[in-house]
């Protein structure tokens, strides 16, 4: 950067002085207002940006990416829509890294980080990845990816000796063996985070996961796939710093460890945030010694009734951050009113809905959401899915909680008849009083919203960026008053609604910071042709027409499953993507207008 | 006098005559297509249908002119009586709505304003389809554990519920509720709960000692 321009002056200060001041800028919108002021301000920010997130990877391509910064050390990308993550998006929409992969291999030479949230990623390319960037890679995330296998994990284990962080959540992987854990215990010994959650390995050794505690002594945080946990006594006792374990699995073979086996597990001494799958009432109790502990609990795959949470939560003072399933119930909810001041986020995710399969008293409702307000003032983040909901307890929300940034809230379809709708003022009074809402979703059912309820959301949602819609309006003009709001709406997501093609379009143009529209469940008309209200340069826009998909049910049979269409919008440099599957239509306006 | 007929497909029997899809004809001079229409009303209650061709001919002109009948299944209170129509050019007197249903054709001297009423009516479920056709999903990750946790609870009994647990219990616990407060069970329900599947798991049918 001291490159003979450092004589250079602007504004009677030398060049020098923004870059180091530019150089703490580290939030993205800082940095977009910084680039925006001055072209050399443009050059210093183009220079000294370190970390990138492209929120859809179509909206650009991998050189322009490298035309503006060459210096980058980290990559986001993200493909599929949302929707992907409840099997609403077919598998081959797109979203491929290749292209990206190929320019980071020939061009980013400071790239050291790369996380690929809902992408398509081939063994091909993290063996190019491997041998371009192997030397220098410290963080890898392939975030509920697609379309590899273990054979592809094997030349990163090999390769990359100097990874901290190897993340792979919730993707799907193919599984041809478990030599890629090995590899990684023997060629590393730096590594921080391993995870492989929700992965479904079962070629898994714990002997590798043993040998990776016994080298990397700077493990912190470990999430596996499920592992008898009685196997990983060793890996236990070895891994000394752990802060973090998630996963293995409780009662996998149960003709060699009963329940009580487990009381005799011991973890280390720093665990703070733990998930044990499966854990029943029977192995709670191994939680107990160090629940004062704890700071973070996963219980969504736990098998615990309502009492159980009640115990458990009980005991951990100084949770921060819980998920669970509704099973928890509002009765869970007020001993965590009561007892978890400090908790900062809160996820509570459906349950099971079959009758006689779950506790009947695990339900979520205005009653469990009425405490929380009161009691926990310390929420950021709230995810819940509720039975019942009223006006007050929404109400109380935007009253108690002012540090809310992400509320979401689903109403099940269980109860029949809710008695306090439409929630119109509960919605008003929680957006004004959650000033800090940047993200919003209201997953509700007809009749819970009405168009001025919408009106409301457009009207006091002046932070939220990011909008999920279900279910809500009566008629368009209740999104058109929505669009008249929202100053801020960069991301918009609307299913089983009732809005009309023209409507959306209109709401698409009014919208001032609208980059990203999806839509499931709308009225369409014959061509859609109603859609191209909305188009205009930069703006693409993608149907994914309404299909009929085989899938197997609950009962494992397979049903017919009709999947509405869906329209997808968002701001694009690059034009049309030209990788369409069949499935999706890409809405060539300029062919339509004409034919 | 020949004053223009209201005809409403319902169960678009003219587009299957015809073979290909009718173009799309204005109504009471709305931007309406005939297709929506049709297509909403195809999706009544056949039920409902039959009731209102039963009143309309009964009560000939005055369609919904009275409260609903609590026996009818026709209204729901939810429904609302409607009030008239915003509408630009009313006519006054009546015109023929020609209803055809399953083979019959129903002739009805109605206002426009109840020939409005029955286009409502109709509208109204076309939202209700949109919802019942988009039902909710789930997380993928969480749909493969239920199912998990339905096996594991399926395991523990052929009959499919936790009956094992008072079986293996003994005294202590049964199915039929009075669980001891002291071991936090404060109502009456049948174990079938998540721990169940565990308790079968690790004790099996052997451990029928335990406490």
């Known amino acids: ?595 | 006098m020949l004053r223009s007929a209201v005809e409403l497909d319902f169960f678009q029997m003219e587009k299957e005559s015809a073979g290909k899809p009718q173009p799309p004809k204005k109504l009471f001079d709305r931007r309406r297509s005939l297709r929506d229409i049709q297509s909403v009303i195809s999706k009544m209650n056949p039920e409902i249908l039959k009731s209102v061709i039963a009143t309309g001919s009964v009560e000939n002109g005055n369609l919904l002119a009275s409260k609903p009948k609590t026996d009818e299944p026709f209204l729901s209170p939810a429904l609302p009586l409607l009030s008239a129509p915003a509408f630009g050019n009313c006519v006054s007197g009546t015109t023929p709505l020609t209803i055809f249903y399953k083979g019959t054709i129903s002739v009805f001297d109605v206002s426009r304003n109840k020939a409005e009423n029955i286009l409502k009516l109709a509208e109204e479920n076309v939202s209700k389809t949109v919802d019942s056709d988009l039902p909710l999903t789930r997380r993928k990750s969480l749909e493969r554990f239920l199912q998990k946790r339905k096996e594991r609870l399926t395991m523990a009994s052929p009959y499919g519920n936790c009956l094992p647990d008072y079986a293996f219990w003994g005294e202590k616990k049964s199915p039929y509720g009075n669980w001891p407060s002291d071991y936090a069970f404060s109502s009456e329900k049948k174990s079938l709960y998540g721990n169940c599947p565990t308790d079968y798991a690790f004790l099996g049918l052997k451990n029928s000692s335990r406490h």
């Open chain 1, 1 to 595: 950067m001291e490159d003979g321009k450092a004589n250079k002056t602007t504004g009677g200060m030398p060049d020098t002085v923004f870059e180091l001041v530019i150089d703490f800028l580290h939030d993205e919108r800082d940095r977009d207002a910084v680039s925006l002021v001055c072209r050399r301000w443009y050059e210093i920010d183009k220079t000294t940006r370190k970390h990138v997130t492209i929120a859809l990877c179509y909206t650009t391509t991998p050189q322009s990416l490298w035309r503006r910064f060459q210096h980058l050390e980290s990559l986001k990308l993200k493909g599929k829509p949302r929707a992907a993550m409840f099997n609403l998006i077919p598998e081959d929409w797109g979203g491929y890294v290749s292209p990206w992969v190929e320019e980071i291999a020939r061009s980013f030479s400071c790239l050291n980080a790369l996380h690929f949230r809902r992408m398509i990623v081939t063994d091909l390319d993290l063996e190019l990845l491997a041998q371009s960037r192997g030397q220098v890679l410290q963080i890898l995330k392939l975030d509920k990816c697609s379309g590899f296998s273990t054979d592809g994990l094997l030349h990163i284990g090999r390769s990359c000796k100097k990874l901290k962080t190897l993340f792979l959540e919730e993707s799907s992987i193919i599984e041809k063996g478990g030599e890629w854990l090995h590899e990684l215990a023997l060629n590393n010994n730096v590594l921080e985070t391993l995870n492989f959650y929700m992965t479904y390995l079962a070629k898994v050794r714990f002997q590798d996961l043993e040998l990776i505690a016994r080298n990397c002594r700077s493990l912190v945080s470990m999430k596996i796939s499920e592992c008898e946990l009685m196997d990983l006594v060793g890996f236990f006792g070895t891994a000394s710093v752990l802060e973090e374990f998630g996963g293995g699995s409780i009662g996998e073979q149960p003709e060699r460890y009963s329940s009580e086996s487990y009381s005799s597990l011991s973890f280390p001494p720093k665990l703070c945030s733990l998930g044990l799958t499966y854990m029943g009432r029977n192995e709670m109790p191994i939680v107990f010694p160090f629940a004062s502990l704890l700071r973070r609990l996963d219980l969504l795959y736990a098998f615990l009734d309502m009492e159980d949470h009640c115990l458990l939560i009980h005991r951990c003072p100084n949770l921060e951050i819980l998920e669970t399933r509704n099973v928890i119930g509002d009765r869970g909810l007020e001993v965590l009113a009561q007892c978890c001041k400090r908790l900062r986020r809160l996820r509570i995710e459906r349950g099971e809905d079959e009758e006689g399969m779950e506790d009947e008293e695990g339900l979520v409702s205005h009653r469990g959401l009425i405490a929380l307000a009161q009691g926990c003032l310390e929420l950021e983040y709230i995810a819940v899915y509720v039975t019942d909901i009223t006006n007050a307890s929404l109400q109380y929300i935007g009253t108690y909680l002012k540090n809310l940034c992400d509320f979401r809230l689903v109403l099940l379809d269980r109860q029949e008849t809710i008695a306090d709708l439409p929630l119109d003022n509960g919605v008003r009074v929680l957006l004004q009083g959650c000033y800090k809402l940047k993200r919003f979703a209201f997953y509700l059912r007809q009749g819970a919203l009405t168009d001025v309820g919408l009106s409301y959301v457009g009207q006091y949602s002046l932070n939220v960026r990011w909008m999920l819609l279900g279910s809500v309006g009566e008629s368009d003009a209740g999104l058109l008053a929505l669009s008249k709001g929202c100053p801020r709406l960069q991301k918009l997501e609307m299913r089983a609604c009732c809005f009309s093609e023209r409507a959306l379009a209109i709401a698409a143009l009014q919208l001032p910071s609208l980059r990203y529209l999806w839509v499931q469940g709308y009225r369409a008309s014959e061509t859609a042709s109603d859609l191209l209200a909305m188009a205009r340069p930069f703006w693409n826009i993608e149907l994914i027409p309404a299909r009929r998909v085989v899938s197997p049910n609950a009962n494992g049979q397979d049903v017919i499953v009709d999947h509405p269409a869906h329209i997808l919008a968002y701001y694009s440099l690059a034009g049309q993507r030209t990788d369409f599957p069949n499935t999706v239509l890409p809405l060539d306006a300029v062919a339509l207008l004409n034919a």
